[in-house]
């Protein structure tokens, strides 16, 4: 009976590195004024977080996104949510022509602007303000290791055999 219970186990930490997928990782960006921008792979969303700004984003891009020191990216948002502080005054986004001729985005252009990101959109009702520019300072990322996991069910099954054989052995 233990041995099928260490069997279910064993089978259990394999479906579940096989279900975790191994590409997901969450990449986080300190920018020079303090905000932090963190891009989830997994759950295709990004949230800009600081003193001036507090927002959510979607996009289907962002689950190809593979990070880097100072990339190079330029995602349509399929949302966009939070406030920005502009003036003294805190304010959401505005979704006008987002659709048309100013989708909202959010862009890296590298190396070459100095790791500029531009959170491109509108905010205030009416609008008050535009792009919400920053600078790339600092980057780390987060990536799971479902190969770690694998490996640890495969020892945990080698184990489980080795002591099942053991006691065939000695009952012998």
Known sequence: M???????IVFGLMAATAATPASAA?????MTNGDVLTINTDTSSATFVGSRIDASM???????????????????????????????QRVTDNPLHSTTTHPQKLISYGP??????????????????????????????QVPEPGALGLMALGLGGLAFA??????????
């Not at 233990?2 to 279910?8: I, Q």
């Not at 969450?26 to 300190?30: A, H, P, Q, R």
């Not at 962002?62 to 406030?83: K, M, N, R, Y």
């Not at 905010?123 to 792009?131: A, L, N």
């Open 2 to 8: 233990k041995a099928l219970k260490k069997t279910a």
């Open 26 to 30: 969450i990449y986080e960006y300190t």
């Open 58 to 88: 979607t996009s289907s891009g962002f689950a190809t996104f593979t990070g880097g020191a100072i990339p190079v990216f330029s995602f349509v948002l399929d949302s966009l949510d939070g406030t920005r502080l502009i003036n003294g």
């Open 112 to 141: 070459s602007r100095n790791g500029r990101v531009n959170l491109w959109a509108w905010w205030g009702d009416p609008i008050i303000g535009g792009d919400y520019i920053t600078y790339i300072k600092s980057y780390k990322a």
């Open 163 to 172: 002591r099942r054989r053991r006691r065939k052995t000695v009952a012998a």
